[in-house]
């Protein structure tokens, strides 16, 4: 074990040499990033194979999270940190000329995620470990990331994410632990001794090779585990007799058509694909996963009596919704259960969380396509829904509307959402208002049928990663103010408040903050050329582009605050800098025009000279993990502005309140419960409420035209959009100006902006009211602590998995 910094050079400086055969003087910063690595990978071993080991033991209940992305960003800085090295190996590193800033660079970030959902399924690993909840993650590795972002004369371009070119130094291949997922072929039913027993033939199989990485605790020793999924060919060598037979283009085929399946990520955040591929994706590691689950589990005990009691599984949205299905048919065809048994098994063992509302994300799989896919899976999904139907017509004296409004297959299509609720013990939305938007709407028949199977989990994020890794001035600051027990105990945070009144306390957060700003502002000249005013309000809008985060409404305050500047250049702002960043689905056409209106709108105000730099508009491309780290530190504003019950929760609005940003916020999601743990007074609210819009929806009354026409402010920014205002695009944004005026705008973009512009005008007021401002941020600094995924955890651990 490495316990000081000559320890962690001796060890260093021999793994360098062991693992590349050369002098470290001769080392690339790649090579000493992979020495460093792999020295952190020999430290935690240990305890990962003593972790495994105690799990193992009978009566050990563990909780598998199946998620088909984790965003999990780069993982060095974050091992160290949690394996109690970070400081040892800076300053060892430092004492042989190695900067560790430089050797983190070297990893690449592992996005196998979309946003919000995979990067909660990070977070969730991570508190899982820290917190000593013997949890697993259960995926894909996929060869391909989340594409890289290139802005080309303001249009978003997609290239390839090589993220395993330099290999991946925290993974483990085991082929030892590799299963057979079968797709396709037909299902023989022949009866038995009067059991009925199903046969799968004439399949397609796909060998699921398992790559581990170890999940470390935050100094607590506990090494959980992250499996990643990869699909080969069964027989990968090349078969002479295929190719004597001239088949060998079949073979080939066959050997592409299999890895493609954990080839790529399906790079959709809210509207599904309805791919066959993707429906394969889906199968192959939920199948993989229970496999696995099942075989290990049978290695110690004799039979799966108590298997509910010892394993928890966890559905991270429909996407893994296969796993009900799939564990029926384990427990039935291979382990000779009957229905009723195999059913209670499932259920109680199962449980789901749902994370959008929206329409075009909720999945449907045609019944043609899944059953020419998954001929045996769709037997038991068509029993799960007769069954069901049953108990429905039952309850409801044979209500067949109810039945259909609830069945799992209706109209030629498999509503996974209908199966995951029915398949599992407990349903669970990501923040109140959308658990309450579940219950009370989307899923009110479910809710009533299932008295007490919904429930909510506000969701958290890491602070190990988004305050104590990205924020080391910060942290270091909290630590020399109220000590270091915040790192565990998040009530602690609340201590800062002890002296939220003390203008010297203040002046060191604003002081931290200012150093996380010339980070930022370095950054954007190096990759943008842009100059930044570092006494600026960085004003910050950094999520996927989609309507419903209304990055329009934020171009329109822009368009408005520079018309106004135009008028009047000697018009008193605080000088702002709106920094955006985001990709959008490369189908999503409306999106990345959101990103090119972004851009054009850059060049013309960044340089007018009539504007004197009082504002600034910035898109800093290819957004990820990484990126996050840098800026959020950096922000003064946090633009939190979805259409009110868009939003199921979000995350990044949790990171920059415990960064000291201020929440811009409408009530969506969880920024009402940051503005009830900052307090009313240390966030900004505006528009329209969650009420609100759901009576717009049912009852309509929504014109944009009114907007349009009585706003005059309005008018000129939609006329702004089609006229030359724009030169080189005249026509570019007409879609835009449509969506809004033709369609009828169906996020209120026009409708909210008022008393958006009302709200940015107050942060203009406050910020210049700098012990005010600081005050602020300190509240909501301190009231972050209920947001740390180690208390989404710790609740998802007691009410649902009940580990
Ligand atoms: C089928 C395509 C697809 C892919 C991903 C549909 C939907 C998704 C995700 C559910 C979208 C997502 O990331 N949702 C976000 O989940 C976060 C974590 O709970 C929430 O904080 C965000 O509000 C929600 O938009």
Redesign the pocket.
């Known amino acids: 074990m490495i316990e000081n910094k000559e320890h962690f050079k001796e060890h260093y400086l021999a793994k360098f040499s062991r693992l590349h055969g050369k002098d470290i003087h001769e080392g690339t910063l790649l090579d000493k990033y992979v020495a460093l690595a792999g020295l952190v990978r020999d430290e935690i071993a240990g305890n990962w194979i003593a972790t495994n080991n105690t799990y193992d033991q009978p009566h050990h209940k563990q909780v598998y999270y199946f998620s088909i992305e984790f965003l999990l960003g780069r993982m060095l800085e974050t091992n160290l940190i949690n394996a109690g090295l970070r400081d040892i190996a800076e300053e060892a590193l430092h004492e042989l000329g190695i900067n560790l800033k430089e050797l983190e660079q070297q990893e690449a970030d592992a996005g196998l995620g ?5 990067r ?1 399924g990070a977070c969730f690993l991570d508190s899982m470990a820290s917190v000593g909840i013997p949890g697993h993650g259960c995926g894909i590795r996929y060869k391909y990331g989340l594409f890289k972002q290139k802005i080309v004369d303001g249009f978003q371009a997609e290239l390839p994410d090589d993220w395993l070119k330099n290999g991946n130094a925290w993974e483990i291949r085991k082929p030892d632990k590799a299963v057979e997922v079968r797709f396709g072929g037909q299902v023989k039913v022949d009866c038995i001794y009067g059991k009925l027993v199903f046969i799968h033939e004439d399949y397609e199989p796909v060998l699921a090779v398992p790559y581990d990485m170890p999940v470390v605790g935050y100094k607590n020793q506990v090494v959980n585990n992250l499996r990643l999924w990869s699909a080969e060919a069964v027989h990968k060598d090349f078969d002479f007799s295929t190719f004597n037979r001239g088949e060998y283009l079949k073979a080939v085929e066959y050997k592409y058509a299999v890895e493609a399946i954990s080839q790529i990520l ?1 790079p ?6 309805g791919k066959i591929l993707r429906l394969k994706q889906q199968y192959f590691f939920v199948s993989a996963g229970l496999q696995s689950i099942v075989n290990r589990y049978k290695k110690k005990h004799e039979s799966l009596e108590g298997f509910s009691d010892n394993i928890a599984i966890h559905i991270n ?1 429909t ?1 893994p919704a296969l796993c009900i299905p799939e564990l029926m048919r384990i427990l039935l065809d291979q382990e000779g259960m009957d229905w009723d048994e195999a059913w209670t098994i499932t259920n109680r063992l199962m449980s789901y969380t749902n ?2 509302i929206l329409p075009e ?1 909720l ?1 449907v799989w045609p019944v043609e396509m899944f059953k020419a896919l998954l001929p045996r899976i769709f037997l038991i999904v068509e029993e799960m829904d007769r069954r069901f139907g049953q108990e429905v017509l039952g309850r409801y004296h044979g209500n067949w509307q109810k039945a259909r409004d609830m069945s799992i297959i209706s109209d030629g299509l498999i509503r996974m959402a209908h199966l995951a609720i029915v398949g599992s013990h407990s349903v669970n939305g ?1 923040s109140q208002v959308h658990s309450e938007i579940l219950k009370d709407h989307l899923l009110r028949n479910f809710n009533l049928f299932y008295p007490g199977k919904f429930n909510n989990k506000t ?1 958290g994020i890491s602070h190990r990663r988004f305050l104590l890794k990205a924020n080391p001035g910060l942290a270091k600051l909290i630590t020399k103010t109220i000590g270091p027990t915040w790192i565990q105990e998040s009530v602690d945070l609340e201590n800062l408040l002890n002296c939220v009144n003390d203008p010297a306390f203040q002046e060191k957060v604003e002081k931290v903050k200012g150093q996380n700003k010339e980070i930022l502002a370095r950054y954007i000249q190096d990759n943008c050329g842009i100059t930044v005013n570092t006494a600026s309000i960085f004003d910050v809008h950094i999520k996927r582009i989609h309507a419903y985060k209304r990055q329009l409404l934020n171009v329109f305050h822009i368009m408005d605050l520079y018309n106004r500047l135009c008028a009047d250049p000697n018009l008193d702002i605080v000088p702002r800098t709106f920094i955006f960043a985001g990709k959008a689905a490369p189908g999503y056409q409306m999106a990345k025009k959101i990103i090119k209106l972004i851009n054009t709108l850059a060049v013309k105000v960044n340089n007018d000279p009539r504007i004197q730099e009082k504002m600034k508009v910035v898109f800093l491309e290819n957004y990820n993990v990484s990126l996050a780290e840098i800026i959020i530190p950096a922000a003064d504003i946090s633009e939190q502005i979805s259409t009110a019950s868009k ?5 990044g609005n949790m990171k920059f309140m415990m960064n000291g940003a201020v929440t811009l916020a409408t009530l969506d ?1 969880a920024n009402i419960e940051i503005g009830e743990a900052a307090g009313d007074e240390n966030i900004i609210v505006f528009g329209l409420t969650v009420a609100e819009v759901l009576n717009f929806y049912q009852k309509g009354g929504y014109n944009a035209w009114d907007e349009y026409h009585h706003d005059p402010r309005i008018s000129t920014i939609m006329e702004q959009l089609v006229n030359d205002f724009f030169p080189d695009s005249k026509e570019e944004f007409r879609d835009i100006y449509n969506s809004l005026l033709y369609d009828n705008d169906e996020f209120f973009v026009l409708k909210d902006f008022a008393s958006y512009v009302v709200a940015q005008n107050r942060v203009d007021e406050l910020y210049r009211q700098r012990n005010a401002w600081n005050k602020m941020c300190i509240y909501n600094i301190a009231r972050s602590g209920r947001f740390y995924s180690d208390r989404t955890i710790t609740e998802y651990a007691r009410d649902i998995w009940r580990v």
Do not use: C, I, K
Request: proline residues 0%; hydrophobic residues 20%.
């Open positions: 979309n946003g919000g959902l995979g909660l399906y959709d955040d809210s509207n599904r694909s949205d996407h994370h959008t994300a999945e990501v969701n939003e199921a929760s979000g995350t999601g």
